[in-house]
């Protein structure tokens, strides 16, 4: 059954014999939600949208104007206006009338001896007839869905059976505009309209919509929850959309967002678990790691960080809620992170972007230190390549071990170079090394006469820049250029002592012979 429209009402038969269309016939396909009798002067404060309203006019029946002004006003809200005449009034004003046209509001004239309660009778079984219908075929529709889901059926299904109940093409776009799913043929052909007038609507939109809204000749629903978008449904529609329609294209909007939500926690934890299993129980070599990480779309390249933070030694539970506070708003500072509860810690793994430093996230991570007084940080060296992310955790925990007691935030700088090489030329903080300021130097070389990286070794063991262009039998300013294309590079500057000493370390690691190949 379709809507009640003030169309429908006219088939029925008391409309037939009693009632008269008079103006506004352009809006009898207006829907009609309800049925009432209005004698006030002031009824039409009382009225909420989408009434049919019957009315003798009494209020009116001594004051023309006021009754068109009322009218006017009404027309903003009402389905459709009928007056009994000839009662209180001998004609409806032809004012009325030509507003009624103008504003397509169907205008009836019913006869003197029409009885009220026979009409309202008639459209109540009417409306009431319609809401159980929409009763029926929604659940009908629920149980379709609930059905397709239970069998792992596709989301092209769902979509399927929504436009077989609406009658109307429908579609599936993605978030990224780059797909849209159509539930037939006649959806096909719109593909490419429905991405382009979505991709307009949202261009200059910061956050994706939570309502429904219309595009043009669409109305697009967000399958949206706990602040993310996973995609949206779209029906194609220039009118209204029939009340059973919007209901069943919410239910639509529900399974594929309970759907999607559920792929992307299984897909969450997957990550999670690929990540903690690979760096803390070194149950993954680097290769399987990157590859099971490809897998999942995820980008192995880029800069890693792990840190570490603790309770300073204290375990009751107000604690370790504390901790879960902490990480969640440190969580919410960084661009990509994961965490984890280990025993009396909280892990941190951090992919970095192009805008990232270690300055903000340290300036970060102070200022949260600061809101929760009993929480200590050690974060571990910033690592080119997701194998060495093993190595960034480690360093950290090594950090936290030596730290003093007034330490808040441990400055791995200080510390963890030394840690690397101590671990032995046979271990992945060595390769580490090597590959984070060695490697980057040998594959920028260029030049005939030495290189970048032949110079620095030769620096290294000079007591000048006299004694190294010497020795290469280059020009001292060519030395230097080459030890400053060092910190462009790889970050390090050879004329900073601390940082000098780290280099000399990684060369050290570098010549060595028993460097792991993993």
């Keep these: 059954m379709e809507d009640v429209t003030v169309s429908s009402l006219m088939q029925l ?15 009898i396909e207006r829907p009609v939600v309800f049925i009432t009798v209005q004698e006030a002067p002031d009824f039409v404060d009382w009225l909420d949208g989408g009434e049919f309203v019957l009315s003798t006019w009494f209020a009116f029946a001594e004051d023309k104007q006021k009754g068109i002004d009322s009218f006017t006003k009404m027309s903003e809200k009402i389905a459709a206006l009928a007056i009994k005449v000839p009662r209180f009034i001998e004609e409806i004003p032809k004012e009325i009338i030509d507003l009624a046209d103008n504003r397509q509001i169907p205008v009836f004239a019913v006869k003197r001896e029409a009885k009220f309660r026979e009409i309202i009778k008639a459209v109540s079984v009417a409306i009431h007839s319609y809401q159980s219908s929409i009763i029926y075929e929604t659940r009908n529709y629920y149980n379709e869905l609930s059905s397709i889901a239970l069998k792992n059926g596709s989301e092209q299904q769902m979509l399927h ?3 077989k109940k609406t009658g109307l093409p429908c579609f599936i776009a993605e978030t990224n505009l780059e797909e849209v799913l159509s539930s037939d043929q006649t959806a096909r052909k719109m593909k490419d309209d429905v991405l382009f007038e979505l991709a307009v609507y949202l261009e200059d939109k910061t956050e994706f919509p939570l309502m429904p809204f219309r595009v043009n000749n669409y109305l697009v ?11 949206y ?18 239910q639509l909007c529900t399974f594929l967002t309970i759907k999607r939500q559920e792929h992307a926690e299984i897909r969450q934890k997957g990550i999670e678990r690929l990540y903690f299993d690979f760096i803390l129980n070194d149950s993954l070599s680097p290769d399987v790691a990157a590859r099971e990480f490809g897998k999942m779309g995820l980008d192995t390249t880029g800069d890693f960080q792990a840190a570490i933070l603790t309770n300073d030694g204290i375990t009751n539970s107000s604690h370790f809620l504390a901790l879960r506070f902490f990480a969640a708003d440190f969580g919410r500072m960084l661009r990509s992170s994961l965490n984890r509860m280990e025993s009396d810690k909280m892990i941190f793994f951090i992919g970095h972007g192009t805008k990232d430093n270690d300055a903000e996230i340290k300036e970060g991570a102070l200022r949260l230190l600061k809101k929760y007084p009993d929480q200590k940080m050690s974060i571990g060296p910033r690592v080119r390549t997701l194998k060495h ?12 071990m030596i730290s003093s007691e007034k330490e808040r935030l441990i400055d791995y700088t200080a510390y963890s170079y030394w840690f690397a090489a101590l671990a032995g030329s046979g271990s992945q903080e060595t390769r580490w090394l090597v590959d984070q300021y060695i490697t980057p130097l040998s594959q920028n070389d260029t030049g005939e006469n030495g290189t970048v990286l032949t110079t620095l070794g030769v620096a ?20 230097r250029y080459r030890l400053k294309k060092v910190r462009e590079i790889v970050g390090l500057d050879f004329f900073n002592p601390f940082e000098r000493s780290i280099l000399f370390i990684a060369y050290l690691m570098f010549k060595g012979k028993n460097l792991p190949h993993r």
């Excluded at 449904?233 to 329609?245: F, G, H, N, Q, R």
């Excluded at 992310?389 to 936290?400: D, F, G, I, K, T």
Aim: include cysteine; aromatic fraction near 8%; glycine fraction near 6%.
């Design 13 to 27: 038969d008391i409309f037939k014999e009693s009632l008269t269309l008079l103006g506004g016939k352009g809006g």
């Design 389 to 400: 992310l093993p190595v960034s955790y480690r360093l950290a925990a090594r950090c936290m």
């Design 221 to 231: 629903f967000p399958c949206a929850s706990r602040n993310s978008c996973y995609c």
């Design 233 to 250: 449904v779209v029906i194609s529609t220039e009118s209204l959309l029939a009340e059973k329609a919007l209901f069943m294209c919410n």
């Design 460 to 479: 290294l063991f000079e007591n000048s820049i006299e004694a190294s262009a010497e020795k290469l039998q280059l020009h001292v300013n060519s030395v």
């Design 161 to 163: 059976a929504l436009a």
